[in-house]
């Protein structure tokens, strides 16, 4: 599968990484560590085989509190800037759910919109994308980050959040978003139980016909089984991987680039001996 996000392409023949660029100070993991440093992280992970990089400027942790466009691109605009100039090869992706924002990113040179709403916060957002010409990640979540671990509940999780993301590619697309990532929003609003549901089901999803993006990195589908913390959940989140990946995953979200890539070769060299 070829991906086109923006005049670029993305070889999905393979499962591609990408690397997280945190620009917030209350992130659940790395929150504040990269502020001064993400030139250099940048550089590493592109480095260890990320092909795209997610910059974010908006914590969306569990209980966290949405911050306004202006506050977001404050955080972003300059470090973004940076982060293009230095690094034309690579592909930009900016988690957001404000329109306004991905205005700003986009015309910063942005290639991607990595929307945690899938569109519904701002009603804005997809005729921004499209304007552009650029892809869209979709995400499902229930209720908002500030909410959304408030008793999640679901009738049928795999087929609430199936149906969910299949209207939403649908209506991206008759609003001109021609490039489309889809996102089962692990942790966004889910339960313990309804992560593992869903990432049993994860190969049902691509009957979506869009590349399917994973992100478990070092989240709690990790540190509330194992009873650890996200510091120490690295191990863990490679055994998910290898799970995402088995069950079809064309992009793994996550911190820890070498590791991914790494899981990905293993994953992809066991797979072409079947």
């Known amino acids: 599968m070829i991906f086109q996000c923006r005049g670029r392409t993305i070889d999905l023949s393979q499962p591609k990484v990408m690397g997280i660029i945190n620009l917030t100070p209350d992130s659940f993991y790395d929150g504040g560590r990269h502020l001064d440093d993400y030139l250099s992280l940048a550089e590493r992970m592109l480095c260890e085989g990320a092909v795209i990089l997610d910059v974010g400027g908006m914590s969306t942790r569990p209980g966290a509190k949405i911050i306004t466009a ?42 991607i919109i990595n929307d945690i709403t899938a569109g519904t916060y701002d009603k804005d957002m997809f005729s921004t994308v499209a304007s552009f010409g650029a892809a869209m990640c979709l995400m499902h979540i229930q209720g908002t980050p500030e909410t959304m671990q408030h ?33 089962v929003g692990f942790g966004f609003g889910k339960t313990l139980e309804h992560n593992y549901l869903l990432l049993q089901s994860l190969h049902r999803f691509k009957k979506l016909q869009v590349p399917l993006l994973c992100g478990v990195s070092r989240k709690s589908m990790v540190t509330k089984l194992l009873h650890t913390t996200p510091d120490k959940a690295l191990n863990g989140t490679t055994a998910l991987h290898t799970i995402c990946l088995l069950q ?13 890539v790494e899981c990905i070769k293993i994953t992809e060299a066991y797979r072409s001996r079947k």
């Open 151 to 183: 008793n999640p509940l679901y009738k049928d999780v795999v087929e609430e959040v199936y149906s969910f993301l299949e209207e939403r590619i649908v209506l991206a697309k008759k609003t001109g978003v021609t490039s489309v990532i889809a996102d």
């Open 248 to 260: 079809g995953a064309d992009i793994l979200r996550v911190h820890d680039v070498q590791e991914a």
């Open 70 to 111: 202006e506050e977001e691109v404050a955080r972003i605009e300059e470090p973004l800037r940076r982060l293009i100039e230095r690094f034309p090869e690579a592909i930009f992706s900016v988690d957001t759910l404000h329109a306004a924002t991905a205005r700003l990113a986009l015309q910063t040179g942005a290639h």
